[in-house]
Each structure stands twice: as structure tokens, then as C-alpha cells.
């Protein structure tokens, strides 16, 4: 770092603690480390020490990553030129990883800035200092994954021998003394779920027949009124559960479980081969690639499945109505077969202005940085992520976005450090049909 002659010396204060516990106490964890920061400032007033009174504290979230809101934010008054120096209780509470230390040497490097522990004898502007902070972080991290593996080996070790480790409760089954047991009325819900597939043979169809005779997941919790009908993904999860035929599944293999099976030998395997049948015919055209399957609806709750026609040696990709598929009458206000790509191109251009939208009012660095590589992230993984349904009615088409969902594969894939957005969507287009020159059904917005 660059030697900073100047006769004050602004001083940020960072606290952490990994887990809430204890917070809610008149004196915790984070106001101890914070007294220890201040009095160290105030032992250096004579060089010109000053504190900055901004509180910049995050309790409850993990050194092992730099996804914390007050450590992102005083970055941003380091790059703003707002702190000189970053005081901190012990180096851990600033990071545990030696990649994030690189990247905080890096950014603090940049602007200036050098940091203090107050328990920990070291100074950054020297490389013994440096390699002194290595060393100590390379235990850290040492312990942070030494502590990590003992978890996974002992998960490994109950899911061997059976035993429930945790995690959401499948549906049919209830947790007592943890261990699951069957939850008979939901375990009657499953058991016509396996049978109703071996029947229908398709997720997408036994979707729509559940949904009609209004069988229902758990209530949300957060929202116990409202409905929750089981999802194309909700379903396959079910069906491919290895719980439900009394059996636990770790790295690949198959366990016996400490818990009672809801179906029986023979329908989990008649299930699993219809399933993998079913995969392997989807699968046998790689070109053809459908982004919004099991995604489109009409206003009457009927259902578009992929479909693809040729002509003079050309497929053309569809997106049809069941009505059209079961020999149903349908209602004649819809469109019953949608271009794959017209509809498509809409969804995309509609879910990437809103992705505009969404960071246009976040900090500078961050929402230029979104807003001009967003492209880099492929549609299918957005749309896979974000979008929940897409209703087509005689006017209009509704998109139902889960943009936490969305920003959070915007910050993996484009590897910026932000905080995730937690709302959803619900954006209303209206369109029009219009005919290309060779009768091709166009879409476009208003």
C-alpha cells in the first residue's frame, strides 16, 4: 500500500459474528469488539487517529465469503475516499478466506487503504506484515475446512446407516425425534401422485389433473391462505425420491433407510423407468430446445406443451395448447398454437428490461457492471431460475418473475458482489398478432 502522509486518519470500525445467537443481549459479541476498536483508536489520537462514526456491522453472516451488506458498503466508502483506515477486532472478522483476502488486499491497495487488527500485531505496508496475515488466515481457513469436513463425514455416516440428516421434510412424512415418519393423509397424496403417473405418463399432464381436483402441497408458511399447487419441478423431485421407497441416497448410492416406505418396490421402479423413457425420447433431438416448456399457460389454467412441425425439410418449433393436443374444445379468445421463437424473444426482452430496471438505482459501480455484461448470462439459465409462469390471454401476456432468483445467478455467473433482491414479479405486456409475409404468426408488444 501507498504511504499516506496526512495529519488525520479516518478510521472505520468493522464488527461480524457468524451466527444471530446472542445478539438480541444489552451487551454482545459485536459491542465487545466494537469498545475494543475505539479504545485502540483512541490510543492513537496523538498520530492523528480519528473514528468515523458510521457503523459498519454484520451479525449473523459468515466469513467465508464477501456477500455481507455493511462489509460491501464500507468497501464502497473506501473506494469513495471516505475511510483511510479499517480497524478490526481480530483479521477473521474481516475474512476467513485467503482468496477473499486477495481480493480485499487487492481493492484496499487501490484506494489507499490499510487495515488494523487490534489483537494481532501486523502492518500491511510491509511484506513480513503480509506474509505474517497469510500465515494466520491459512490456519483460518485450515479450521474453517477442517470444521466443514467433520459435518459432511458425519452426515456421510447417518446416511449410511439410514437416518433422517435434516433439510426440508418430504411431503408424506413428518420429523419426530429425528427420525421420519409417515404422514398418513399426505402419504395417501403420494401414493395417488405414483399411481396417477403410471397412468398419465406425463409430469406436465398429471400437473393440470392435480391442480383441477385441487390437491395441494403444504401451506407456505408465510402465506398459509394461499394456495400451493405442486410444481412440474415439485413433482419430479417426489418421483425421483428414493425416500418414498424407504430408502436414503448419498454421493450416488442408495441406502436403507431407518424410515418406513410410503410405495412399493415395484411402482418406484415402473415410475423410474417411465421417467427415464420419457428422458431419453425429450433428449434424442438436441437441437431442439424448448426455454419456456411447462411455463406457459392460458388464463383458464390450460397448458402449452413443446411441439415441432416440418415443412420442405425445416422444423418449426411450436408451443401448443393441451386443448389442441386432447381433442378438447377450447375458447376461442386465446391463441392455441404459439412460435416458439416469437415467444421466446418476447420473454427474454421483457425479463432482461427488467433486470435494467431492477439495478438502474443500485450503487454506480455495480449496476453498470450488471446492466452491460447481463448478456453474458445465457437466457435459458435466467428463465430457468427466475421465470414461474407466463400466462397468455386474449390481450395481454403476465410474467411471473422470482427476481431474487434471477439476481442471484447474475452474481455467481457474473461474479459481482451485491446484495440479492427479494421480490417477485408480476409483468403484464399487452401484444398483438400480426402475419409475416409468408403467413408466419408474429408477436409483438404495444
Same mark, same amino acid.
Given at each position: 500500500?501507498?504511504?499516506?502522509?496526512?495529519?488525520?486518519?479516518?478510521?472505520?470500525?468493522?464488527?461480524?459474528?457468524?451466527?444471530?445467537?446472542?445478539?438480541?443481549?444489552?451487551?454482545?459479541?459485536?459491542?465487545?469488539?466494537?469498545?475494543?476498536?475505539?479504545?485502540?483508536?483512541?490510543?492513537?489520537?496523538?498520530?492523528?487517529?480519528?473514528?468515523?462514526?458510521?457503523?459498519?456491522?454484520?451479525?449473523?453472516?459468515?466469513?467465508?465469503?464477501?456477500?455481507?451488506?455493511?462489509?460491501?458498503?464500507?468497501?464502497?466508502?473506501?473506494?469513495?475516499?471516505?475511510?483511510?483506515?479499517?480497524?478490526?477486532?481480530?483479521?477473521?472478522?474481516?475474512?476467513?478466506?485467503?482468496?477473499?483476502?486477495?481480493?480485499?488486499?487487492?481493492?484496499?491497495?487501490?484506494?489507499?487503504?490499510?487495515?488494523?487488527?487490534?489483537?494481532?500485531?501486523?502492518?500491511?505496508?510491509?511484506?513480513?506484515?503480509?506474509?505474517?496475515?497469510?500465515?494466520?488466515?491459512?490456519?483460518?481457513?485450515?479450521?474453517?475446512?477442517?470444521?466443514?469436513?467433520?459435518?459432511?463425514?458425519?452426515?456421510?455416516?447417518?446416511?449410511?446407516?439410514?437416518?433422517?440428516?435434516?433439510?426440508?421434510?418430504?411431503?408424506?412424512?413428518?420429523?419426530?425425534?429425528?427420525?421420519?415418519?409417515?404422514?398418513?393423509?399426505?402419504?395417501?397424496?403420494?401414493?395417488?401422485?405414483?399411481?396417477?403417473?403410471?397412468?398419465?405418463?406425463?409430469?406436465?399432464?398429471?400437473?393440470?389433473?392435480?391442480?383441477?381436483?385441487?390437491?395441494?402441497?403444504?401451506?407456505?408458511?408465510?402465506?398459509?391462505?394461499?394456495?400451493?399447487?405442486?410444481?412440474?419441478?415439485?413433482?419430479?423431485?417426489?418421483?425421483?425420491?428414493?425416500?418414498?421407497?424407504?430408502?436414503?441416497?448419498?454421493?450416488?448410492?442408495?441406502?436403507?433407510?431407518?424410515?418406513?416406505?410410503?410405495?412399493?418396490?415395484?411402482?418406484?421402479?415402473?415410475?423410474?423407468?417411465?421417467?427415464?423413457?420419457?428422458?431419453?425420447?425429450?433428449?434424442?433431438?438436441?437441437?431442439?430446445?424448448?426455454?419456456?416448456?411447462?411455463?406457459?399457460?392460458?388464463?383458464?389454467?390450460?397448458?402449452?406443451?413443446?411441439?415441432?412441425?416440418?415443412?420442405?425439410? @425445416?422444423?418449426?418449433?411450436?408451443?401448443?395448447?393441451? %386443448? +389442441? $393436443?386432447? /381433442?378438447?374444445?377450447?375458447?376461442? &379468445?386465446? *391463441?392455441?398454437?404459439?412460435?416458439?421463437?416469437?415467444?421466446?424473444?418476447?420473454?427474454?426482452?421483457?425479463?432482461?428490461?427488467?433486470?435494467?430496471?431492477?439495478?438502474?438505482?443500485?450503487?454506480?459501480?455495480?449496476?453498470?457492471?450488471?446492466?452491460?455484461?447481463?448478456?453474458?448470462?445465457?437466457?435459458?439459465?435466467?428463465?430457468?431460475?427466475?421465470?414461474? @409462469?407466463?400466462?397468455?390471454?386474449?390481450?395481454?401476456? %403476465? +410474467? $411471473?418473475? /422470482?427476481?431474487?432468483?434471477?439476481? &442471484?445467478? *447474475?452474481?455467481?455467473?457474473?461474479?459481482?458482489?451485491?446484495?440479492?433482491?427479494?421480490?417477485?414479479?408480476?409483468?403484464?405486456?399487452?401484444?398483438?398478432?400480426?402475419?409475416?409475409?409468408?403467413?408466419?404468426?408474429?408477436?409483438?408488444?404495444?
Amino acid at each position: 500500500m501507498n504511504d499516506k502522509k496526512q495529519s488525520q486518519l479516518r478510521c472505520a470500525i468493522y464488527t461480524r459474528k457468524s451466527t444471530n445467537h446472542g445478539l438480541e443481549q444489552d451487551f454482545n459479541s459485536l459491542d465487545a469488539q466494537l469498545e475494543a476498536c475505539k479504545a485502540y483508536i483512541e490510543s492513537q489520537k496523538t498520530l492523528g487517529w480519528t473514528l468515523n462514526e458510521k457503523s459498519y456491522s454484520d451479525g449473523g453472516y459468515s466469513g467465508g465469503n464477501l456477500n455481507r451488506p455493511s462489509l460491501q458498503e464500507l468497501l464502497q466508502d473506501c473506494k469513495d475516499g471516505l475511510v483511510d483506515t479499517i480497524v478490526v477486532y481480530k483479521i477473521d472478522r474481516l475474512t476467513r478466506s485467503l482468496i477473499d483476502f486477495s481480493k480485499l488486499i487487492k481493492i484496499l491497495d487501490d484506494h489507499s487503504v490499510t487495515f488494523i487488527s487490534v489483537t494481532q500485531n501486523f502492518n500491511t505496508t510491509t511484506s513480513m506484515g503480509r506474509l505474517t496475515l497469510n500465515v494466520l488466515l491459512s490456519f483460518a481457513q485450515f479450521e474453517r475446512e477442517l470444521s466443514s469436513e467433520r459435518v459432511r463425514d458425519k452426515i456421510a455416516a447417518s446416511k449410511k446407516k439410514g437416518l433422517w440428516t435434516g433439510g426440508g421434510v418430504p411431503f408424506g412424512y413428518n420429523v419426530e425425534n429425528k427420525t421420519l415418519v409417515i404422514n398418513p393423509q399426505e402419504a395417501n397424496v403420494v401414493k395417488f401422485i405414483f399411481k396417477k403417473y403410471l397412468e398419465l405418463r406425463s409430469v406436465d399432464i398429471l400437473r393440470n389433473h392435480l391442480k383441477k381436483l385441487d390437491i395441494q402441497r403444504r401451506p407456505i408458511k408465510r402465506r398459509p391462505n394461499a394456495k400451493n399447487f405442486f410444481s412440474r419441478n415439485s413433482l419430479y423431485t417426489m418421483l425421483r425420491n428414493p425416500i418414498y421407497v424407504g430408502k436414503t441416497k448419498h454421493k450416488g448410492k442408495l441406502y436403507k433407510g431407518a424410515h418406513k416406505s410410503i410405495v412399493s418396490q415395484e411402482v418406484w421402479n415402473s415410475v423410474q423407468a417411465v421417467l427415464e423413457g420419457n428422458r431419453v425420447h425429450q433428449t434424442s433431438d438436441v437441437d431442439r430446445v424448448f426455454l419456456l416448456k411447462g411455463l406457459i399457460f392460458d388464463s383458464d389454467g390450460t397448458a402449452f406443451s413443446p411441439s415441432f412441425s416440418k415443412k420442405s425439410k @425445416k422444423e418449426y418449433r411450436y408451443y401448443i395448447s393441451q %386443448n +389442441i $393436443l386432447q /381433442n378438447k374444445e377450447g375458447s376461442t &379468445k386465446f *391463441l392455441q398454437r404459439v412460435p416458439a421463437d416469437e415467444i421466446e424473444r418476447l420473454v427474454e426482452g421483457i425479463l432482461r428490461a427488467e433486470i435494467v430496471k431492477m439495478f438502474r438505482g443500485r450503487a454506480k459501480l455495480e449496476s453498470e457492471m450488471v446492466i452491460k455484461h447481463q448478456e453474458i448470462v445465457p437466457i435459458k439459465e435466467l428463465i430457468s431460475a427466475g421465470v414461474e @409462469k407466463i400466462i397468455i390471454n386474449a390481450k395481454n401476456i %403476465n +410474467i $411471473l418473475i /422470482n427476481m431474487g432468483l434471477v439476481s &442471484k445467478i *447474475l452474481r455467481n455467473r457474473l461474479n459481482i458482489a451485491f446484495s440479492l433482491v427479494d421480490k417477485r414479479l408480476d409483468v403484464k405486456k399487452p401484444y398483438i398478432v400480426t402475419r409475416g409475409p409468408r403467413g408466419a404468426i408474429l408477436l409483438t408488444l404495444k
